[in-house]
């Protein structure tokens, strides 16, 4: 039986330049649809998952462009909400060689930081649901979205559903009057496996650590129900050669993957999303280590594949791990 | 001595669908960068004037690629503001036969609309200019930006500069409070030709006059500076042929141009634009009549030209005008 | 409550020069996925319908993108069924003007003709469906589409579902050893709606009359179970500009719908089986002769659409039978 | 037995705009190559002759590319040379509507104009052939250019082969120091299809007539091997829209084709290459008549095809002339 | 005098993916023509060689685009026959990184594999012909293709002329009921010159020995007419980055040629018979070092160029194997 | 205050083959504008100084559009003269790997190598500048071209600014008459910062030393102006893969910049001026040392954007220099 997995979270549409022209000497962009949790969502669907993704769209010809693209990767879009709004934007200036790329925002106001999510019937969302994953990013849109996700948190944990959190702290958002701390701690307590950095740990849970492993244990120690703590580590020799590798803390020691590395990348974004989605999977279907290299071989093949979300199957990547067909050509 | 021209209004990056695709089927978009007001200055630019438009930009890529397409075709950006905020934006999908093009706006809280205009030195900006234009667009949009055109219509009219105002009357913006009726007319005051239809004269005027030449009528009464009335009359058979013919009333009579036929049409947008360029452009420098043949072909040409702004010569207006060298291969 | 249809059929990857190009200039194609069958799903899936398309692809990446490209625009794949096999190709060069446009198809031992469907459960796909639409495509594969498609038949029939046949003769299809004549009666007798053309009757039904309406009352004599028959009449004045009409007879007479000018043709592929799509939604929820006119306009936008499935909302086709919008800027 | 035709001429690159954007808007160039006669080889390459192209290219990687380019459509590149110089290039500004297309020449100094043939054996060249084709484009390069034109139809008479001269005053070029008159007339006498209309008989044969019946009846006076003079009258109603009709003086009367209506035009460079290319197959398989009514078909064909050269083949012709087909969608 | 090459083989239109997309992203596909044995034509004729293709296409416009193709880049197709039947085609998901990438095969009832031959006149076809090529897909696909291969090699035999084999084993040809020791060992005997690795001496020889040399020098004692066994090494460290090196057994001693470090690979494609068109040019003009060398160095070239086939020159090979030039920037 | 640099010299269109391919694969060419001084003028614009270019342009759309390009990006056009001639063009064809990249130019006869400059009021184009910078290129023209450079440096030198100098011997240019040891010494001795290799001091100015500080040193005897003299030295790995270092010799020392590893290359060229205008922003900004960190930090990014110009800006190069946000995803 294939698990099932809900994701909550805003979706934005990535507008790149292309071959690696700056902004300035753009005539066009290239589209695909995005968000932190949504690729997950995609990925896990590759999986063979089941993959439900809770958003809320704009009620107009953006929205349902977006819907449908979750939905060709197969994405189950029947709990999405079209309301009044925007869609989030986000602009991308990808780059080459020493040339840092560029994001540039535009997702205020989208119809999901609006979304209360009062129609939502999370006894039915939920039902049958074996994973539930969200990020701190939702909670630093708004306070509707914050609310939205202690809800969201409360209802899986009424199902007994494990909660995958990535914390994800970004400054430049959390601009509607409340910071982190008022507001993570609570829904992280509802959280049983973390994405998280030192940054993350300091932002969103006021923890100090020189050691990661020293953090781990300080927060599960304040967070007694976390199991998993996990971080990617990245080294950017250039915007076309990073190494990569994963981490994760399982309550006892840290374990670390393989490291790749990547020289000739094709898209970095969503690296991060591609990993927990393999590490949701690797948890539900193997051991700690294998789960852990599962994860960080994922990741890997996210930065061969265009767009936000990794396509990659579970035969890919499993083939990656044994070090198998690298790079062949398969006839 | 060229003509010096100035306009003030919001630009936005327009991205719009290829090859008639539904937002639904787009994987990319074309972009280019327009407004109102900009499209004006972009065609009396081609057509030698000198052409300087003021605006506020956020001080991000997106605005310095605005900026940098702006100059491309002849418009002086030197008044242009860098400043907090988003830059504003509107995706079409272009059609054909019958369908209908859809254009959705996403412009709301562009830089612009916080634009308070302290900076700029109006005394400076309308140094040894002969025209400045304005639209209802602007207004629309916040109280600063209502007062910012009221602040540059009192300096233009310290300078006896002549004003041409597009009433333009758009529902779906004026979302800040005020109507139109509390805000245009104080505007149109300052304002000697005005583009405006019969919605434009009862929203923005309140005057409702079933023949348009009664509104005329009626609008110099209350508004006595005007001397010039104008709008264009488009016949749409389907989104890929229309038929148009400009209306001028001059205090007098409405005169009107030559009906052109346009099947296989390119691009629409900015039409109405391309039409008042083409008038400001006849105003200063040929009789009624032919300021406003001058005025319509200019729009014709326009609808075979992609993007927003009409890109035509006086020297291939004149050609249309003369009924000379239609649709033919020059070598 | 959503009406429910259930088509079945094989769906090929379309790939079409572009820019008028011929076949020997093209060093690319663009690529869509389309049937008679499937696009009659998509287009009811964009009426608001659910879709549920059956059919089976290879079990290799080309199937599984086909599949994509169908849930992104909304139909059910839940019955679709992976083996061994090719997938179906067809080759399209567009056209203008007077020259015609060229398909080369490639669609022989496809997946869908050697799918016996053993393993569906007719009584699962069939639960709640209102209507159940086939082609005369699908038993001029082979033998095991001929059977297919009566299983489905029976199973219909036991539901009391509404059955819609397209004659669609073509004659270098059945190429597996029977004709026309000894498989298409005994599938016509489970159809009430017809798709037909004086070639369908004398080919498929055995049915010569110079009139149409005689023929269709031949028609009903021979298989009783017939409630309308209809066709589209299409003027080809070139392959940029056609016209269009379509014709229903209701058991008591001929209707006529409104006459379209289509010149400015984006592509005509699927524009028999938008009226098609339009008429089963249309004999859904209107009388005929609004049926018709709905089916009629609807097939009118898919000309205005590329791709073979028609894209069209129910709003937009009610539109265009009220004469508004026409080819207007919607903002 | 397939007819054997030569055509000696320059070939240029071809750099249009795409999607009918201005020459500014730009930011990239189609290419192809072609040149008059160049055409009229390649058509005739399609209609099943053996077309042999003389020319002289440069001995670079644009030089090679061109030849390659003629190859892929079937002409016989044996005889073209390959020396210092340059490739000539045109730059072309597709239009739609009223507006007019822009052609920039940059052909000056190309290896062609400084072609002295030399090396040709051109007994080796016409061995076998049935039709030599040139135009007034060659004679009007370079003195060199002439005298090649001069040396190829002494040859050509010299074997009894049928030349036609497709006169084509473009006023310019000549710009190495004769006028037309001191050159064209010498090699007219050598011509017995000539391509002319009346620029041509005042600029080329100092024939200044008011009917054209009188001018071909004074230009076969003059140059008594004249068989047959052709034009075309094209009617420019807009860029995307013409009206064609093509005229054969057969030295006994005017001939009129068929006049074909030719909106939605694709591209309409090289309509009169096609023409000629239809009169050369014409008069070579059908009588008079017919060759006529086959070139004007063919060339409307071109119309509807991207390109210099028309890649229609004889039966399309064919089919066209009979009313068949027309804009149809042939499966 | 430029040597002649007769090639034989079943040539495909291959549809690649963009920008590195996997198939279920692709919304178009780049289209080029190749196949084992037309790639090693259209890279001898690039090295100035008298190439002649041999093989069957269908007669529609997709045989006829790939015989356009193959005469553009310099391959004499006076012997292809148009026939009934379909084009093979083959699917390219083009991949970087660890991602391996991925052909989906579509070639079964290709017009070739049902090419008998009967109308081909062998001694014209060889008629001064210095080499024949053939490789092991021929025979793998059909009886009347294994057949078609004998009738050439005793053909070539009789004109003594040097012949050589791709091997090439693929376990998922074969399909017709044959296996490949039944057909190829009759073959081979004909052959001087073979590309053969440890899987294609076992398969197809029924050789198998753990040691290159030995396998080589078993081959001869089994096949006594060859005169070299080649082969190329490749190091697959991603999609993005190969190291190649080749050997060749010339009856002596296996010769080893410099190792290629390959990052940022364009296009793998084609990398063996870049190698082989390599060492046939070689074998006809160098001593056997040099011969290796050079068919190394143009193996390397290949990859740097999108499609099939090599494009490099003899030149631009030998510049390479001089270590000058590389990856210079030529004014 | 922004500092003002004018530069002088011609402007090319750019004509790019796409995706590697050679010119005989290519149908469409990417075009930019550029030249070595105009890309000077460019990077500098992006560093926030005043940009004044000079040149002549033809007075065709073309010279229209190469002029918008150079005003898009921030250059001061004022002072361009339109006349008579054709546009400078070359063609690239880019490539990857171990294959060199190639550039046919087809620059002879361009509007600017006949403009005499006559109509400049040089102290109006020099009025309030602080550098003044030329290059080898523009006396290799012709005369005029040799001529309008000595007026300006003339012109330069009354107001005291300083000049640099990029020697850049060509062989294939110089072909009017002149040899460079006629034209060049005269120049050199107007100008303080010479960038020159040993083929530049053998060819333009009799300089032959072993020893690179040697030859700066002569120089300096021979020319005693001369303050800086600089180079940059690129290692060519590949086409993808250069390594690049900067030296200065500021007539103490020579001072060497950090070697720069640049693999996954975009665009190499333009990466010398990309260089002299980072050094010229170094040397009005920094001390010597950082200058030249500056200019190679500047021509390392260059190689990361496509097309001739460096669109880094300050902050970046700087970011570069610093190490930090190596190839970062900036959000």
Redesign the interface.
């Known amino acids: 039986m294939n698990k099932k997995i809900v994701t909550l979270g805003d979706v934005m549409m990535r507008?790149s330049t292309k071959?690696?022209?700056?902004?300035?000497?753009?005539?066009?962009?290239?589209?695909?649809y995005g968000g932190a949790e949504a690729n997950v969502a995609i990925s896990l669907a590759q999986f063979g998952c089941e993959s439900i993704h809770v958003t809320a769209f704009p009620s107009?010809?953006?929205g349902?462009?977006a819907t449908?693209?979750l939905?060709?990767?197969?994405v189950n879009t029947d709990f999405i909400q079209f309301q009044e709004g925007?869609?989030g934007?986000y602009?991308l200036?990808d780059?080459?060689?020493?040339?840092?790329?560029?994001?540039?925002?535009?997702r205020?106001?989208s119809a999901f930081a609006a979304f209360d999510g009062k129609l939502l019937d999370w006894d039915m969302v939920f039902d049958g649901v074996d994973w539930f994953h969200w990020t701190g990013i939702t909670p630093a849109l708004s306070q509707k979205a914050a609310d939205l996700t202690l809800d969201a948190l409360k209802a899986a944990q009424d199902k007994g559903i494990i909660v995958s959190a990535d914390i994800n702290y970004?400054r430049?958002l959390w601009q509607y009057g409340k910071g982190p701390l008022e507001v993570m701690p609570e829904l992280i307590r509802y959280s049983h496996v973390l994405v998280a950095g030192s940054s993350d740990f300091e932002n969103c849970m006021d923890i100090v650590e020189d050691d990661y492993e020293d953090a781990c244990r300080q927060a599960q120690k304040d967070f007694p129900q976390i199991k998993y703590i996990t971080k990617t580590k990245r080294e950017?020799?250039?915007?076309?050669?990073?190494k990569l590798r994963g981490h994760l803390w399982n309550g006892k020691e840290i374990l670390k993957s393989t490291t790749?590395d990547?020289?000739?990348?094709?898209d970095?974004?969503g690296g991060g999303d591609a990993f927990l989605a393999g590490l949701v999977y690797g948890l539900l279907h193997y051991d700690d280590q294998t789960a852990l290299e599962f994860a960080t071989a994922a990741s890997?093949?996210k930065?061969?594949?265009?767009?936000d979300a990794n396509?990659?199957s579970v035969d890919?990547v499993l083939?990656?791990m044994k070090g198998e067909?690298?790079?062949?050509?398969?006839?």
């Open positions: 507008l071959n690696k022209e700056r902004f300035s000497q753009a005539s066009g962009f290239d589209i695909v107009n010809d953006l349902y462009a449908a693209y939905r060709k990767f197969g925007r869609l934007l602009f200036e780059s080459a060689m020493q040339r840092a790329s560029k994001i540039v925002y535009d205020y106001d970004r430049n950017s020799i250039s915007a076309s050669h990073n790749y990547m020289p000739n990348i094709v970095r974004i890997v093949l930065h061969s594949i265009p767009g396509l990659a890919e083939t990656l067909n690298v790079g062949k050509l398969l006839r």
